[in-house]
């Protein structure tokens, strides 16, 4: 008698409750480990919140996003890493959330779960998540940002373009590195052919002036010959001298 093993049937029959168990359940252990047993916040995020606190538009470690947030969610756990802690997770449930959403939506649901299932058993115990700053938030971001897109391009949903405008605009104050992701998704959309038919129409140019009044509080602070790019270069360059 051939016997099929609960999960492999699970997966099969019930794809997205797959993905909710696992995914929950490593939100749960990298939420409540570090509530626990903890005694110091972990890697960079003292910094994060410190440098969170002043609510700056922008530092030499980049773009303010990630520090605001920090700060946000330390304050309203009155002044706990557990808030920390929590948004971490938020983050890693939505960026699952988005990559299981897309998959579903170009490869099916089965296949889909198993993306995110090899995903989860890769950062449960690689990606540090707890220690949150600008890396831990452009995770979800990123995905949510793909997912968007090909609402847009691939389903051609023209109300996703304001969504995807405002969405890079996060991206992009929250990382540098989201210009080398942004660059790539402009290089694809150039490249294809069914991409490229959507620069005819005017939504990805109006997303694009979008994106930029998102950005714009950071983008005056670069532009302030006091605190912008030249400054952080030189502070960059300082400990060489």
């Given at each position: 008698?051939?016997?099929?093993?609960?999960?492999?049937?699970?997966?099969?029959?019930?794809?997205?409750?797959a993905v909710w168990i696992a995914v929950i359940v490593q939100a749960a252990l990298w939420f409540l480990?570090?509530?626990i047993f903890y005694t110091a916040p972990p890697g960079d995020v003292p910094a994060v919140l410190a440098?969170?606190?002043?609510?700056?538009?922008?530092?030499?470690?980049?773009?303010?996003?990630?520090?605001?947030?920090?700060?946000?969610?330390?304050?309203?756990?009155?002044?706990?890493?557990?808030?920390?802690?929590?948004?971490?997770?938020?983050?890693?449930?939505?960026?699952?959330?988005?990559?299981?959403?897309?998959?579903?939506?170009?490869?099916?649901?089965?296949?889909?779960?198993?993306?995110?299932?090899?995903?989860?058993?890769?950062?449960?115990?690689?990606?540090?998540?707890?220690?949150?700053?600008p890396v831990i938030l452009t995770m979800p971001l990123w995905s949510i940002i793909l997912l968007h897109?090909?609402?847009?391009?691939?389903?051609?949903?023209?109300?996703?373009?304001?969504?995807?405008?405002?969405?890079?605009?996060?991206?992009?104050?929250?990382?540098?590195?989201?210009?080398?992701?942004?660059?790539?998704?402009?290089?694809?959309?150039?490249?294809?052919?069914?991409?490229?038919?959507?620069?005819?129409?005017?939504?990805?140019?109006?997303?694009?002036?979008?994106?930029?009044?998102?950005?714009?509080?950071?983008?005056?602070?670069?532009?302030?010959?006091?605190?912008?790019?030249?400054?952080?270069?030189?502070?960059?360059?300082?400990?060489?001298?």
């Amino acid at each position: 008698m051939l016997y099929v093993s609960i999960f492999v049937e699970l997966i099969r029959s019930r794809p997205a409750l797959a993905v909710w168990i696992a995914v929950i359940v490593q939100a749960a252990l990298w939420f409540l480990l570090p509530t626990i047993f903890y005694t110091a916040p972990p890697g960079d995020v003292p910094a994060v919140l410190a440098v969170g606190h002043e609510f700056q538009l922008g530092t030499y470690l980049g773009p303010p996003l990630a520090f605001w947030l920090a700060e946000v969610a330390f304050d309203i756990a009155g002044g706990r890493m557990i808030g920390v802690y929590l948004l971490s997770q938020i983050c890693v449930v939505v960026t699952y959330w988005a990559v299981f959403t897309l998959g579903r939506a170009v490869v099916g649901p089965t296949h889909a779960a198993l993306a995110v299932l090899l995903m989860v058993g890769v950062a449960a115990f690689t990606v540090p998540t707890p220690d949150f700053g600008p890396v831990i938030l452009t995770m979800p971001l990123w995905s949510i940002i793909l997912l968007h897109y090909w609402r847009a391009v691939g389903e051609n949903r023209r109300g996703y373009w304001l969504v995807l405008a405002i969405e890079i605009g996060l991206l992009l104050l929250t990382t540098y590195v989201g210009l080398i992701l942004i660059g790539l998704l402009v290089l694809f959309t150039i490249g294809h052919p069914r991409a490229r038919r959507a620069l005819r129409t005017s939504d990805p140019w109006i997303a694009a002036v979008v994106a930029v009044i998102v950005m714009l509080p950071h983008l005056v602070w670069l532009a302030d010959s006091s605190t912008g790019v030249m400054p952080v270069l030189a502070r960059l360059r300082a400990p060489e001298a």
